[in-house]
């Protein structure tokens, strides 16, 4: 984008956004999710048939997933953070407002890259060291860079991993043909090692030890950095999957980023909430029958925080806020790219959140025990280092649901508010934009449609590379938003989430949840019912009332996703 381009795109932001309802209202009700058994291959060429069959006028495909970033945490879907690259390309697109992940960064990366139930797909590893995850996606699905290879797509990525640390399960051993990559699941987003065996970077296979970083490495700018430079030094078509790590705990920005916000959040998250909530139904994006009114927050009120209390959750929201503008900042660095190389043209562009905003409050409460890998000792956390180097700080739960009202829960909550998540598409050569689409997608749906952009199919189950891989879930999104289907599924089928011991089941209209309504990994709780049609906020708890359909659905649930 030009500089003129952005100026009119910002100068026009406020209209865009006040006649979205009137361009981009949502499509029909959700007509359900998938089945819990194998979908159809998506249509298209076969694999093998795919590689030199017009390669260059199929879409290079760009995939960029933000890490705990919040429903309305961008300004097209309500924020007030500065986000107008996001912003341009989500009102220029189809922004997706049923668009389901999973409750946590690792079981949606399986969700999106195997299209598989994951507790089939996320298998114990042999050896655990003693920090790292137990859990890696397994061999037995064959996962999009492997599929995007066969039909003769170049795969790169830059970001967080999180799928597996040994040979064989890394992305230069699982289709990716250039990766730079944080292979576990958080790390500092600085040079600096915060748990030996946490945090690995790994380039095209190899180990990079943190004094091979360059001095003013961050996470966010070098991912953007890398994926620019793998795509400029390949051929089209290509796959680019760019999952940041921004806007992740620890809350961290480089050094001239640190106090954009000062004093922005110093009326509490309180306040912000009703300004989202309110700015976001303006725009369109807030399910009809949820509002603020029954909206339930498990934070305390602001005015009964402590002076002390107050001024360290704002300012931990100053810095939260920093990293989604930085976020905002290099996407727009790549989106720059991509416009003055003559590539954006033909370029599908998806975004979106990999699971609702974190709760923790690193730094300004004690972590409790067992609560995420708790920072380590020598960290810095004196109010002044909060931001920079060897200081570990995340924005707690009130500002995080603040990011998801009137949706209920936050990150690791089978809610609403910990499953649907801020997403978009962008390709106007194929997709009318100026759109609001309410249709329910998923995760689950990622791999099929990206085959289906590619013009090739899933192989199905059998040999696979020399292993044997199993079917897929989903069903592709594409024919929908191109208008050539208008139907995504039917009634019946179901698509269903389970993580410890809590899960979830949306089936039409309804959804079965057996985890607190705030979210949290404790006890199983007893199955509650939502309409979430009419009920997307979840608060009226229809189970007692329809005692048959609940059990029909938990049985579905304990039968294919538990």
């Known amino acids: 984008m ?23 209202q949502p499509t029909d009700s959700p007509a359900g999710p998938a089945s819990g058994t194998a979908a159809d291959s998506p249509a298209g060429t076969p694999a093998d048939a795919a590689p030199g069959t017009a390669a260059e006028s199929r879409p290079n495909i760009l995939f960029v997933v933000a890490d705990d970033l919040g429903y ?18 989500a009102f220029a697109g189809v922004r997706l407002t049923n668009f389901r992940a999973h409750s946590a960064c690792q079981q949606t990366r399986v969700m999106m890259m195997a299209s598989a139930n994951v507790t089939e797909a996320l298998e114990i590893r042999p050896t655990q060291p003693s920090r790292e995850r137990a859990n890696r996606l397994s061999l037995n699905w064959a996962i999009i860079p492997e599929l995007l290879q066969d039909a003769g797509y170049e795969t790169y990525v830059a970001g967080k991993w999180d799928l597996g640390l040994e040979d064989g ?8 043909d250039r990766s730079f990559v944080q292979l576990g699941a958080s790390a500092s987003h600085f040079p600096e090692i915060l748990w030996d065996d946490y945090s690995l970077y790994r380039s095209d296979g190899e180990t990079v030890e943190y004094e091979e970083l360059p001095p003013d490495f961050y996470t966010t700018d070098y991912y953007t950095d890398r994926m620019i430079g793998f795509i400029d030094s390949g051929e089209p078509p290509w796959f680019g999957f760019v999952p940041y790590t921004t806007p992740h705990w620890p809350l961290h920005v480089p050094e001239d980023w640190l106090d954009r916000y000062a004093g922005r959040y110093d009326e509490g998250y309180d306040t912000l909430r009703a300004a989202r909530v309110a700015r976001a139904t303006e725009l369109g994006v807030v399910p009809e029958g949820a509002v603020l009114d029954e909206f ?45 190389s003559g590539r954006l043209e033909n370029t599908v562009i998806i975004f979106s959140s990999d699971n609702g905003a ?17 920072p380590p000792d020598f ?18 739960r009130g500002f995080a649901e603040a990011a998801h009202a009137p949706l209920q829960g936050h990150k690791g909550a089978f809610s609403e508010g910990g499953l649907r998540a801020a997403a978009f598409v962008h390709y106007p050569a194929a997709v009318p934009g100026g759109r609001v689409n309410g ?41 929908h938003l191109t208008g050539e289907s208008a139907d ?9 989430w389970s993580r410890g011991t809590g899960g979830a089941l949306i089936r039409g209209d309804y959804k079965i949840i057996n985890t607190p309504a705030a979210g949290g990994m404790g006890a199983e709780t007893p199955w509650r019912l939502y309409n979430i049609t009419e009920d997307p906020g979840e608060r009226n708890d229809l189970a007692e009332d329809m005692p048959e359909l609940t059990g029909e659905l938990v049985q579905e649930w304990e039968l294919n996703w538990r």
């Open 488 to 496: 995504l599924y039917s009634p019946g089928d179901a698509v269903g």
């Open 358 to 374: 974190s709760t923790a409050a690193y730094g300004i409460v004690p972590t409790a025990p067992g609560a995420h890998p708790a």
């Open 296 to 340: 339930e927050p498990v934070a305390p009120p602001w005015d009964e925080l402590s002076a002390e209390e107050q001024r360290g959750y704002a300012r931990a929201q100053e810095l939260y806020a920093a990293m989604v503008e930085n976020l905002d900042f290099n996407f727009g660095r790549l989106v720059d790219f991509l416009e003055e």
């Open 72 to 89: 309305t945490d961008i300004g097209a879907f309500g924020s007030e953070i500065a986000t107008p690259n996001l912003d341009e390309m």
């Open 2 to 24: 030009s500089f003129w381009i952005r100026l009119v795109a910002l100068a026009t932001f406020g209209a865009l956004a006040a006649c979205s309802q009137d361009r981009g």
């Open 379 to 396: 960290i810095d956390n004196r109010f002044e280092n909060w931001g920079r180097p060897n200081s570990f700080v995340d924005h707690g």
């Open 169 to 176: 399960y890394t992305p230069s051993t699982r289709g990716f």
């Open 439 to 479: 249709t329910f997608m998923s995760m689950l749906d990622i791999l099929p449609t990206f085959l289906d952009i590619a013009g090739t199919a899933h192989p199905g189950t059998g040999s696979y590379r020399g292993r044997e891989i199993n079917g897929i879930l989903g069903r592709s999104f594409w024919p």
